[in-house]
C-alpha cells in the first residue's frame, strides 16, 4: 500500500473512531470548579441539661447564621458537600456565668487534583489523577460562628488565674476587615480569619496589667520554691535513702544556697515597674521568667481576663453578648474561592445585630 493509501486509512479510522485519538481527562482547577455540591443538615440532638426554650433559641441564631453564610458563599463550588450543625450548651464562659454557649459550624469537603495519585491508591480508586477527587467529612474549609464564647480567640494560659479568673493569650491583629480588628493564626498557611463581635464602646475581656503579671509570677515561683525545699527535706527523712543521703542534701544545700533566685528577679522587675510608672500597663509577655515584657510586633502575646462588667445579667441566657466569627481555608482553588466570597460579602453587620437580641 503506498503512503497515500495509509495516511487515508488513518485518517479514516480517526473519523469513524475519534476515540481511538481521544486524550484522557484532566484534572485542572477548571474541572474542580466545574463540580457542585450540595449542603446537609447534621445536628444532633437537644442535650438533657438544655432546656427545649434554650434550645428552640439557640437554633433559631445558627440557623440565621447558615442563611447569613448562604448570602455570601450562595453555591458551593468544586466543593463535594457542605455539611452543617449546631452544637448547644458549651463551657462556661470564665467571668460571665449563666449564659448558654452554643456555636454553629458550617464545614465544606472540597475537590482536588492528586497528579500523583497511583492506580491501586486510595484516590487512585476514586479516579485521581485523570478527575477531582474529595475526602469525604473533610470540613477543613469552614465557616464557625461562636456566640457567647470567645473560642478560638484566646486561647488559655494553663493554671494561670488573677483576680479569680482564668488568664488568656490575646492574639495580635494582623489588620483590619469591615471596620472590625482581624485575626489571624499565623500557622495555618493556607489562611483563615477571626472576629469578635461584641456591643459598641466595650470588650468582653480586659489586659492584665505588668502589675498584676510580676505580682502573680512572684506568687507562683515562691510556692514552687517552697514546695521544692519541703519535698527535699521529705525525702531526706526516708530511711532507704542511705545510698543517695550525700547527693540528696548537697541537692538540698545549693537550693538553700541559691534561694529562690527567680522570685528575687521578678521582684526586681517590679522595683524596676514602680519606678518607671508602667505597672498598668498592660502585660505582653514572651516566654516566661523576668525581663519577659515584650511588644506584639516583636512576636509577645498581651494577656487578658474576661471582663465580667461587660456582661448584662438582665438578658435570657441564650441571648448573644458576644459573638465570634472564624472562617478556615485549606489548600486548594475550591477553598480559595469559598474564602474570597467570604471575605468580600458575608454581612457582618448582622451578625452585630444580633447583638443583646
Known amino acids: 500500500m503506498t503512503r497515500a493509501g495509509i495516511l487515508v486509512l488513518v485518517l479514516s479510522c480517526a473519523v469513524a473512531r475519534p476515540t481511538l485519538f481521544a486524550q484522557k481527562p484532566v484534572c485542572d482547577d477548571a474541572a474542580v470548579m466545574a463540580l457542585r455540591g450540595k449542603w446537609i443538615a447534621d445536628s444532633p440532638p437537644r442535650p438533657q441539661n438544655i432546656t427545649v426554650e434554650q434550645y428552640q433559641q439557640a437554633a433559631k441564631r445558627t440557623d440565621a447564621a447558615h442563611l447569613l453564610l448562604l448570602e455570601a458563599y450562595p453555591e458551593l463550588v468544586g466543593m463535594q458537600e457542605g455539611r452543617w450543625w449546631r452544637t448547644v450548651g458549651g463551657?462556661?464562659?470564665?467571668?460571665?456565668?449563666?449564659?448558654?454557649?452554643?456555636?454553629?459550624?458550617?464545614?465544606?469537603?472540597?475537590?482536588?487534583?492528586?497528579?500523583?495519585?497511583?492506580?491501586?491508591?486510595?484516590?487512585?480508586?476514586?479516579?485521581?489523577?485523570?478527575?477531582?477527587?474529595?475526602v469525604a467529612r473533610a470540613a477543613e474549609t469552614n465557616l464557625?460562628?461562636?456566640?457567647?464564647?470567645?473560642?478560638?480567640?484566646?486561647?488559655?494560659?494553663?493554671?494561670?488565674?488573677?483576680g479569680g479568673l482564668q488568664v488568656f493569650e490575646r492574639p495580635r491583629a494582623a489588620g483590619t476587615w469591615k471596620g472590625y480588628d482581624l485575626y489571624v493564626r499565623e500557622q495555618n498557611l493556607a489562611g483563615d480569619g477571626t472576629v469578635v463581635v461584641v456591643r459598641k464602646g466595650m470588650l468582653p475581656y480586659r489586659p492584665v496589667t505588668r502589675k498584676q503579671y510580676l505580682e502573680y509570677m512572684i506568687a507562683s515561683v515562691e510556692r514552687n520554691f517552697d514546695d521544692m525545699v519541703t519535698a527535699e527535706k521529705q525525702a531526706l527523712k526516708d530511711p532507704n535513702l542511705s545510698a543517695f543521703r550525700a547527693e540528696a542534701e548537697q541537692r538540698l544545700a545549693d537550693l538553700l544556697k541559691l534561694g529562690n533566685e527567680r522570685a528575687v528577679r521578678y521582684r526586681a522587675e517590679l522595683k524596676q515597674h514602680t519606678a518607671d510608672r508602667t505597672l498598668d500597663t498592660p502585660a505582653i509577655v514572651e516566654g516566661e521568667g523576668p525581663d519577659t515584657f515584650s511588644t506584639e510586633e516583636k512576636g509577645g502575646k498581651a494577656l487578658v481576663?474576661?471582663?465580667?462588667?461587660?456582661?448584662?445579667?438582665?438578658?435570657?441566657?441564650?441571648?448573644?453578648?458576644?459573638?465570634?466569627?472564624?472562617?478556615?481555608?485549606?489548600?486548594?482553588?475550591?477553598?480559595?474561592h469559598f474564602g474570597k466570597l467570604v471575605e468580600a460579602s458575608l454581612p457582618i453587620e448582622k451578625f452585630l445585630a444580633m447583638i443583646d437580641r
Not at 308 to 329: E, G, T
Open 305 to 336: 481576663t474576661v471582663n465580667p462588667d461587660y456582661f448584662r445579667k438582665d438578658l435570657p441566657s441564650y441571648v448573644p453578648q458576644v459573638i465570634v466569627v472564624h472562617w478556615q481555608l485549606q489548600e486548594g482553588v475550591a477553598s480559595r
Open 144 to 162: 464557625m460562628v461562636h456566640f457567647n464564647q470567645l473560642a478560638g480567640f484566646l486561647t488559655g494560659r494553663a493554671g494561670m488565674s488573677i
Open 91 to 134: 463551657s462556661a464562659l470564665d467571668g460571665a456565668p449563666g449564659l448558654l454557649s452554643y456555636y454553629y459550624i458550617g464545614g465544606l469537603s472540597q475537590y482536588f487534583c492528586a497528579p500523583n495519585a497511583s492506580p491501586d491508591s486510595i484516590l487512585g480508586k476514586l479516579g485521581a489523577p485523570s478527575r477531582p477527587v474529595y
